[in-house]
């Protein structure tokens, strides 16, 4: 019998495996940043461990750090100190570290991919839930616990029970103005944020295909929000271009090999797939979250659902509270909600391509009068690639305000924060009650919808702007 | 990790179910950089009331907690099975614990043991008479044992034997260095490398 993409991945690290064992799976790749790692080197510093594979850790700071006067101490103690004890940790046991300031700084899923370091075939983690969007590449990618972390430092490897395996395929054609976000949203929003519990996912088909390897890293960045535990994509031409060349790519005979190799890693025809969903890529509109969970979705031209509309009686309650909590009421058009704060950012959509699209919507118009519009590069490297691109002046000149690369508002660890009651268009990735911020409202969209809501101060596609919005003061609309 | 085999000690009687991480240790205590100093965080909010059980004087110094079903629901933080042991809890016995909870405290050589409700309140009933009362748990024999109360549990012998023998995870992994170096010694040269060493 075939095996699925995530099965050949799987088996290719297999290190030790044991009747009534977890498998022993080796890590290619172990991403760390300053939030999860603490207690993990503290672990390795009392059991007199060293770091077993220096050369394949590296770590990155972006939790925390704050992106504005990146060049002053930072103002939160507790920030400071977390940022602080994971350079010392570093320094200490000799880790590759990307502090703040440093180019190569970011956020840890938007950094790994950029370095050429995530590729085809390789085990990635890292403590961080958003471990997922490697798998874009068609890496085994996936969060770990704190205990893990430490685990993966002392030994390169950890025990796992294999996940089952779910198929989401999407044919056809995506329409214009629909991106990776609105895909991703569209089908937690059809499998729900438990749908993919005990899964990896696989998207595939010729929409997917026609993606491009930021789409895709979208995609995968989202499927921990469905319960998965990883989301993966064949490797393709696609993906072999966007890592040629990279500072980490494999060079010339590597090359080779490598490429060979990575040509072999796609579900063979008669793999069996535990479960699998099928979308239309032609159906989908632009898609909104309304709710506190990225399952709480509909499309812009839909209205607040109805709570007494959901059968199940847990969904309907989930439903009435996320209402409350969002300030919204049932039937109200989504595209009649008005927002204080748009943010565009994240390792969802904080990557170049992002930004271009944003800057492209609102080149030549202005921000609405009474909205704040955040946009924070995923990396150093994004950011200064937006400058030589103009991107930061587009921003600016729009209204908005250009920051320094992090996580930013997407978890408000820093001071980006949403002020209670305030409501938000996000391109991130959770609108959990107080994610950006105690109090804060969010509505997951795409940098697209981001970008014309900044313009209208209400929620938005491109669609909806004409060319009267282009050069109107702002305040005027 | 620190070998369990049996425990004696006086026990706490916490009457309450559903117990969530957040409970047990509130978010913001997440922030610390170590894996301990977590033992005011501890149940934090019912601890500002005097009357709560862990306040009472003759509670001080004991090490098993006696839980209502459904102990440590809520988000994976390991942080609440640090809590627990920096407070000094050798073990803790309900009649259900969430899943990832558990797996975090036999991780950390905190033993968790599953009684039927029904023995859970015979022991409510022992130790709130008796606050001096001595509870044993026994993993060698599969035991808890009270005045008056001798009650088996069931723990998979994976877990039992790890916890027997002090063995962490990784002590368990490290067992296996043969295997490890024989695969990264056939790791293809086009993998990467984020450092030259
Ligand atoms: S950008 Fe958001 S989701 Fe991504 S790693 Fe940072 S906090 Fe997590």
Redo the contacts between chains.
């Keep these: 019998m075939g095996r699925t993409l995530a099965e050949k991945v799987w088996d290719d690290h297999v290190v030790r495996r044991a009747e009534g064992e977890p498998d022993l799976l080796f890590i290619d790749l172990h991403l760390l940043h300053e939030v999860t790692s603490p207690q993990a080197f503290d672990g390795l510093r009392q059991a007199g461990r060293p770091v077993r594979r220096l050369d394949l850790t590296i770590a990155t700071e972006d939790h925390n750090t704050p992106t504005l006067d990146i060049d002053k101490p930072i103002a939160d103690p507790v920030s400071r100190a977390q940022l602080e004890t994971l350079r010392k940790n570093c320094a200490e046991f000799g880790v590759r570290l990307h502090s703040l300031g440093d180019v190569e700084q970011g956020v840890v899923h938007v950094v790994g991919p950029q370095l050429g370091l995530t590729q085809p075939g390789t085990t990635v983690v890292c403590g961080d839930s958003h471990t997922s969007t490697h798998g874009a590449f068609g890496a085994l990618a996936f969060g770990i616990g704190t205990s893990q972390v430490e685990h993966v430092l002392a030994t390169q490897t950890l025990p796992l029970a294999r996940p089952k395996t779910m198929a989401i395929t999407v044919d056809g054609e995506l329409p214009e103005d629909v991106t990776a976000k609105d895909l991703i949203l569209a089908i937690i929003t059809k499998i729900g944020t438990g749908g993919g519990q005990g899964y990896i996912l696989e998207y595939r088909g010729s929409a997917i295909e026609k993606l491009s390897m930021e789409a895709r890293m979208t995609i995968c960045n989202m499927s921990i929000e469905a319960g998965a535990r990883a989301g993966m994509i064949a490797p393709d031409e696609t993906t072999f271009a966007y890592i040629e060349g990279r500072d980490h790519a494999p060079k010339g005979e590597d090359w080779d090999a490598a490429v060979a190799y990575w040509k072999t890693l796609r579900s063979d025809d008669d793999a069996v797939f535990d479960a699998e969903v099928v979308i239309d890529a032609a159906s989908l509109a632009p898609f909104v979250t309304w709710g506190t969970n990225p399952g709480q979705g509909a499309p812009l031209s839909a209205a607040v659902p109805d709570p007494a509309s959901y059968e199940d009686a847990s969904e309907r309650l989930a439903a009435e509270k996320a209402l409350e909590y969002m300030g919204l009421t049932a039937g109200q058009p989504l595209r009649d909600i008005r927002v204080d704060t748009v943010f565009v950012g994240s390792c969802t959509n904080g990557r170049i391509e992002d930004l271009r699209a944003a800057a492209s919507i609102v080149e030549g118009r202005k921000v609405a009068d009474g909205v704040r519009m955040l946009v924070v590069p995923g990396s150093a490297r994004v950011g200064l690639q937006a400058v030589s691109e103009g991107l930061d002046l587009v921003f600016k000149e729009a209204g908005a305000e250009w920051r320094h690369a992090g996580c930013s508002m997407c978890l408000g660890m820093n001071p980006d924060q949403l002020a209670p009651g305030e409501r938000s268009a996000s391109t991130s990735n959770r609108n959990f009650e107080g994610r950006q911020g105690k109090g804060g409202r969010t509505h997951l969209v795409s940098p697209q919808v981001a970008a014309a809501t900044a313009v209208l101060g209400h929620l938005a596609s491109p669609a909806d702007l004409s060319d009267a919005d282009v050069r109107t003061p702002a305040g005027v609309r | 990790m620190e070998a369990f085999t049996k425990h004696t000690g006086r026990a706490v009687p916490l009457r309450r179910s559903n117990v969530d991480t957040d409970q047990i240790i509130p978010a913001h205590w997440l ?1 610390k ?3 301990d100093g977590f033992e005011d965080g501890l149940f934090e909010a019912w601890r500002k009331d005097p009357s709560f059980v862990l306040n009472r004087p003759e509670r001080a110094g004991a090490t098993v907690l006696v839980a209502g079903p459904d102990f440590g629901t809520g988000s ?1 933080r ?1 942080h609440a099975v ?1 809590a627990l042991q920096n407070y000094g809890f050798k073990a803790v016995i309900s009649s259900r614990f969430a899943d990832i909870f558990r797996g ?1 405290s036999l ?2 050589g905190l033993l968790t043991v599953v009684l039927e409700q029904g023995v859970v309140d015979e022991l409510w009933e022992l130790i709130e008479k008796d606050p001096q009362a001595e509870v044993t748990v026994d993993l060698e024999s599969r035991e808890v044992r009270a005045e008056g109360i001798t009650a088996p549990f069931e723990l998979d012998e ?1 877990a039992r034997w790890r916890l027997l023998n002090g063995l962490d ?2 002590s ?3 067992q ?1 260095e043969a ?2 170096s024989a ?2 010694a056939g ?11």
């Design positions: 922030k950089v170590t894996r994976s390991e640090w975090n991780k950390n994976n995870d990784i368990i992994t490290l296996n295997d490890i695969y990264e790791r293809p040269s086009y993998k990467p490398r984020t450092v030259q060493v």
